[in-house]
């Protein structure tokens, strides 16, 4: 009986580091596998910041090919003097010009049913015709000033 058990010692007793072993290995695996994954991981943030830095250039690009056709001379003067004023003309006839013949119109139609001159002009001309102005005036007097701060003037 007691070879038996010996035996069965000797048995457990061998059993026990190769148990040790594969619990390292599997371990060692899901290691791996972790590592693995955030290889992957990094490779797609890589591949991320690669595909934005290429929107960058392409949208870089863009605008240079546009200067450039922009700057092309037509050789028509007033043509090219009028290239560099579409943008506010277009912006100071749309929102300045019709908006202001909008508010006029509905001023009159608002004295004529009645209201105070200056109530209805307070009425119509409220925060929001104020901020739309302000943001023209800050977008047009801003893209002046970068202008010239990146020319260094």
Known sequence: MLEILSMLGGFLGSAVPEAFKLFRERED?????????????????????????????????????????????????????????????VTIYYVLVLNSAVKVSQWFIVTDQGAPWDEALVALWGPDERMILMAILGFWFGQRQFRHRMKGT
């Open 29 to 89: 695996r899901k290691h791996e596998l972790r590592m693995m994954d955030r290889q992957v991981e990094a490779a797609k943030m890589v591949h991320t910041q690669k595909l934005e830095a290429l929107d960058i250039e392409a949208d870089i690009r863009e605008s240079e090919a546009l200067l450039k056709h922009s700057a092309r001379p037509t050789g028509v003067r007033w043509i090219e003097g009028l290239n560099g004023f579409i943008r506010p003309l």
